[in-house]
């Protein structure tokens, strides 16, 4: 069969080739033969090539003509791709918005308040059953938060939402709902000792088993010079997926950040929250940037937190300063990825473009090309101060979890 | 201790074909199995140390790249553009069956860099090719029936669009 020339690799080397390899060509490669099947299919080798995957991709729901769909385009083009404008793909998923993503899948929700969710892989297109929402005592008020998260205790995919049921003096009273996303879903309450708190970050950040989002303690508010101002702590609130508990974490500075600019008839609730940071992910790190006004410098400060949970290992990793031009201090930017050479993609109402590219060792700040032939950005929801993040970045898996 | 420094110091190695090679040790350093050959020893290694696994065509490869890395590691500034495009050439210059038998070799040797770069080279291989080519690639045998294979087709049928038909 073979001439002596010729040698055949053994599987284990086979198997590291096939770990760079995109996850398309590898469901291909599925029908080689019955021990590549098995091996491609399998949990240690699917968590292995997502942890080695670079090919990020940006995902975003779009207002088209016939209502929302999905939209997608690669990370790498946007931030690499000076010469041509990045192809943006529809994936043609209606009326669902992007709620949670981790792992390579993400999590869309029909529906406000939810109705149902469904699973997605964008890579292998592997969408799930449709998981209908089941609210405690018909309590089913428009949600907090929400996020999807993964035990990998138990290797499932977890859904946690929570919604307001009351809203007393003293603050809100709310419960937490977790559903386990496996062949029988299941929803149970969980409890809440963290309350009362308000959080910003509708969709968790996922990062080392735990969802994370910004919040803040109406008990802490403290009056600022302006009578019409009320000074907030925000922290962030966390939830580990396998021990399903809440948790807290303090910010980079201890103090009072951000400020909430109250209406005349002096209701907490109608107020206007000024620059409230953003969490992200950048480079597996958790990730959080300050909006210029917090420390009164010109430029925007994102800090990484370098070990998971150590509040004393908030390090700074980037400032973006000024330049005058894209850069004001009347915009907002929110990170969304950050390179290996920590080129940064981000995403901002700035005057041209929502979406920039700032590379700090050539100290320049582009947009990106866009081919608008096949989308004009028409991101939905249009205003910072609607449900939900906007855009989130995915990385390729071929996880699935349930028929 | 002697007054040569330890980069001078030359190792031999021998080949299956039984050709020797001389290599500073600064790169047999490189050659993770080698090296742990030569730290398990005792006394210093004098005579050759031979690799029954590896042929003279692939330690010439291996010693050229990693020489050259070193090379370009050790140089000024320009050097990335000069070892992508040495990288690109000795990839280029290499049949699949010759690869495949350098990959084999540098995994006996535990060369971590060049392993990675060759794993890298095949991918770009495969990259677009269906999925006989790559049956016949790494020489495995279709054991699914006609029908198995037609229904996993089926089952990610978008997925096989844009790609060579077999």
Same mark, same amino acid.
């Given at each position: 069969?073979?001439?002596?020339?010729?040698?055949?690799?053994?599987?284990?080397?086979?198997?590291?080739?096939?770990?760079?390899?995109?996850?398309?060509?590898?469901?291909?490669?599925?029908?080689?033969?019955?021990?590549?099947?098995?091996?491609?299919?399998?949990?240690?080798?699917?968590?292995?090539?997502?942890?080695?995957?670079?090919?990020?991709?940006?995902?975003?729901?779009?207002?088209?003509?016939?209502?929302?769909?999905?939209?997608?385009?690669?990370?790498?083009?946007?931030?690499?791709?000076?010469?041509?404008?990045?192809?943006?793909?529809?994936?043609?998923?209606?009326?669902?918005?992007?709620?949670?993503?981790?792992?390579?899948?993400?999590?869309?929700?029909?529906?406000?308040?939810?109705?149902?969710?469904?699973?997605?892989?964008?890579?292998?297109?592997?969408?799930?059953?449709?998981?209908?929402?089941?609210?405690?005592?018909?309590?089913?008020?428009?949600?907090?938060?929400?996020?999807?998260?993964?035990?990998?205790?138990?290797?499932?995919?977890?859904?946690?939402?929570?919604?307001?049921?009351?809203?007393?003096?003293?603050?809100?009273?709310?419960?937490?709902?977790?559903?386990?996303?496996?062949?029988?879903?299941?929803?149970?309450?969980?409890?809440?000792?963290?309350?009362?708190?308000?959080?910003?970050?509708?969709?968790?950040?996922?990062?080392?088993? $735990?969802?994370?989002?910004?919040?803040?303690?109406?008990?802490?508010?403290?009056?600022?010079?302006?009578?019409?101002?009320?000074?907030?702590?925000?922290? &962030?609130?966390?939830?580990?997926?396998?021990?399903?508990?809440?948790?807290?974490?303090?910010?980079?500075?201890?103090?009072?950040?951000?400020?909430?600019?109250?209406?005349?008839?002096?209701?907490?609730?109608?107020?206007?929250?000024?620059?409230?940071?953003?969490?992200?992910?950048?480079?597996?790190?958790?990730?959080?940037?300050?909006?210029?006004?917090?420390?009164? $410098?010109?430029?925007?400060?994102?800090?990484?937190?370098?070990?998971?949970?150590?509040?004393?290992?908030?390090?700074?990793?980037?400032?973006?300063?000024?330049?005058?031009?894209?850069?004001?201090?009347?915009?907002?930017?929110?990170?969304?990825?950050?390179?290996?050479?920590?080129?940064?993609?981000?995403?901002?109402?700035?005057?041209?473009? *929502?979406?920039?590219?700032?590379?700090?060792?050539?100290?320049?700040?582009?947009?990106?090309? &866009?081919?608008?032939?096949?989308?004009?950005?028409? &991101?939905?929801?249009?205003?910072?101060?609607?449900?939900?993040?906007?855009?989130?970045?995915?990385?390729?898996?071929?996880?699935?979890?349930?028929? | 201790?002697?007054?040569?420094?330890?980069?001078?110091?030359?190792?031999?190695?021998?080949?299956?074909?039984?050709?020797?090679? @001389?290599?500073?040790?600064?790169?047999?350093?490189?050659?993770?199995?080698?090296?742990?050959?030569? @730290? @398990?020893?005792?006394?210093?290694?004098?005579?050759? &140390?031979?690799?029954?696994?590896?042929?003279?065509?692939?330690?010439?490869?291996?010693?050229?790249?990693?020489?050259?890395?070193?090379?370009?590691?050790?140089?000024?500034?320009?050097?990335?553009?000069?070892?992508?495009?040495?990288?690109?050439?000795?990839?280029?210059?290499?049949?699949?069956?010759?690869?495949?038998?350098?990959?084999?070799?540098?995994?006996?040797?535990?060369?971590?860099?060049?392993?990675?770069?060759?794993?890298?080279?095949?991918?770009?291989?495969?990259?677009? *090719?269906?999925?006989?080519?790559?049956?016949?690639?790494?020489?495995?045998?279709?054991?699914?029936?006609?029908?198995?294979?037609?229904?996993?087709?089926?089952?990610?049928?978008?997925?096989?669009?844009?790609?060579?038909?077999?």
């Amino acid at each position: 069969m073979h001439e002596s020339d010729e040698c055949d690799l053994p599987e284990d080397l086979i198997w590291e080739i096939l770990l760079w390899l995109p996850g398309r060509l590898l469901l291909l490669l599925r029908t080689v033969c019955r021990a590549w099947n098995s091996f491609i299919s399998s949990h240690e080798f699917v968590m292995h090539h997502h942890q080695r995957s670079t090919q990020p991709r940006l995902v975003y729901c779009s207002l088209e003509s016939e209502g929302l769909d999905i939209m997608q385009c690669s990370v790498s083009s946007l931030l690499y791709n000076q010469l041509q404008p990045t192809r943006i793909e529809p994936l043609h998923i209606k009326y669902k918005s992007i709620q949670g993503s981790c792992n390579g899948l993400l999590c869309l929700c029909e529906g406000l308040p939810y109705k149902n969710l469904t699973l997605f892989n964008p890579c292998t297109r592997w969408v799930s059953l449709i998981v209908p929402f089941e609210y405690p005592n018909g309590d089913d008020r428009h949600p907090v938060f929400c996020g999807l998260g993964y035990d990998a205790l138990r290797n499932k995919y977890k859904f946690v939402t929570c919604s307001k049921t009351s809203i007393t003096v003293g603050g809100l009273g709310s419960r937490a709902i977790v559903c386990t996303l496996d062949a029988n879903p299941s929803w149970k309450t969980v409890d809440h000792p963290m309350f009362p708190y308000f959080t910003w970050c509708h969709s968790g950040t996922f990062v080392n088993g $735990t969802l994370n989002w910004i919040a803040h303690d109406p008990s802490k508010n403290r009056e600022d010079d302006d009578p019409f101002r009320l000074l907030l702590e925000y922290f &962030i609130l966390t939830f580990e997926l396998e021990t399903e508990s809440f948790g807290r974490l303090r910010l980079p500075r201890n103090s009072f950040f951000g400020r909430l600019r109250l209406p005349r008839n002096n209701h907490t609730l109608s107020g206007f929250f000024e620059d409230v940071p953003s969490l992200h992910v950048l480079k597996n790190f958790l990730s959080i940037c300050f909006h210029p006004a917090y420390d009164n $410098t010109a430029a925007y400060t994102i800090w990484i937190m370098k070990e998971y949970g150590v509040e004393e290992s908030w390090t700074i990793v980037l400032r973006i300063p000024f330049n005058g031009r894209i850069i004001t201090p009347g915009n907002w930017l929110e990170p969304l990825y950050m390179s290996e050479d920590y080129i940064l993609l981000a995403y901002g109402e700035f005057y041209r473009a *929502k979406l920039l590219v700032y590379n700090f060792r050539r100290r320049e700040v582009v947009h990106p090309m &866009i081919d608008i032939s096949s989308d004009s950005l028409s &991101i939905y929801p249009l205003s910072k101060f609607s449900y939900g993040k906007f855009f989130h970045v995915y990385h390729e898996s071929l996880v699935s979890c349930f028929p | 201790m002697s007054g040569i420094s330890d980069t001078e110091r030359m190792i031999t190695l021998k080949t299956v074909e039984g050709t020797l090679f @001389d290599v500073k040790s600064s790169i047999a350093k490189d050659l993770k199995t080698v090296q742990a050959f030569i @730290d @398990d020893s005792d006394d210093d290694v004098t005579s050759p &140390i031979p690799l029954p696994n590896v042929f003279t065509r692939e330690l010439s490869r291996i010693l050229d790249y990693l020489n050259n890395h070193h090379r370009f590691r050790s140089g000024i500034e320009k050097a990335d553009e000069e070892m992508a495009r040495y990288d690109a050439e000795f990839a280029k210059s290499m049949s699949h069956e010759e690869l495949k038998a350098l990959i084999l070799a540098a995994n006996y040797l535990n060369v971590k860099d060049l392993l990675e770069f060759l794993n890298q080279t095949v991918a770009d291989v495969i990259q677009n *090719k269906s999925v006989e080519f790559v049956r016949n690639f790494f020489g495995i045998e279709n054991d699914y029936t006609p029908e198995e294979e037609e229904k996993l087709r089926n089952e990610n049928e978008w997925a096989f669009n844009g790609v060579e038909q077999d």
